[in-house]
C-alpha cells in the first residue's frame, strides 16, 4: 500500500495508457472482419435516416405506429436519432461509421464514470477496476 497520498502512480498511468492505445489499435486493425451482422443496425439506421432527413418516425416498411416495440423512433429515439443524423450527415451514413459514433459515446460514458469515481473519492482499487462496484 503507498503512503504518498496520491490515488494513481505513474506506473498506473503508463498501465491505463498502454492498455488504451492496445484496445484503440485493436479496434481500428480489426473493425469491420470480426464484427457481427446485427440485425437492428439496418433497422436502426433506416429509422434513424427516415426520421432525420425525410421527418418521418413511424416504421415504413411495416407501418407500425405503436409504443412497445422496434416500430421507428418514438420518445427518446428521437433524440439519439437527431444525434446520430447530425454526425451521420457529416461523415457518411455507414454501418461503420454508426459502431464509430457508438464507441465514441461508450468511451465517454466509461471515462464520465470514472470521473464520478474520483469525485466521490472512492479508493484507488476501485478506480482502477470499478468492476468492485458490485
Request: aromatic letters at 18%; charged letters at 15%; one cysteine or more.
Amino acid at each position: 500500500m503507498r503512503t504518498t497520498g496520491k490515488l494513481l502512480s505513474k506506473s498506473d498511468y503508463w498501465i491505463i495508457g498502454a492498455f488504451s492505445i492496445a484496445i484503440v489499435l485493436t479496434y481500428f486493425l480489426l473493425h469491420d472482419i470480426y464484427r457481427p451482422n446485427n440485425y437492428d443496425d439496418p433497422g436502426f439506421l433506416s429509422f434513424v435516416y427516415n426520421y432525420f432527413n425525410r421527418g418521418i418516425a413511424h416504421d415504413v416498411v411495416f407501418g407500425s405506429t405503436h409504443q412497445d416495440g422496434y416500430s421507428g423512433l418514438v420518445l427518446f429515439g428521437k433524440t439519439c436519432g437527431y444525434l446520430y443524423g447530425s454526425v451521420l450527415s457529416l461523415v457518411g451514413w455507414t454501418r461503420s461509421n454508426s459502431h464509430l459514433i457508438s464507441i465514441v459515446l461508450v468511451s465517454l460514458s466509461a471515462f464520465l464514470w470514472y470521473r464520478i469515481i474520483f469525485e466521490l473519492k472512492f479508493s484507488p482499487e476501485i478506480l482502477r477496476d470499478p468492476g468492485l462496484l458490485d
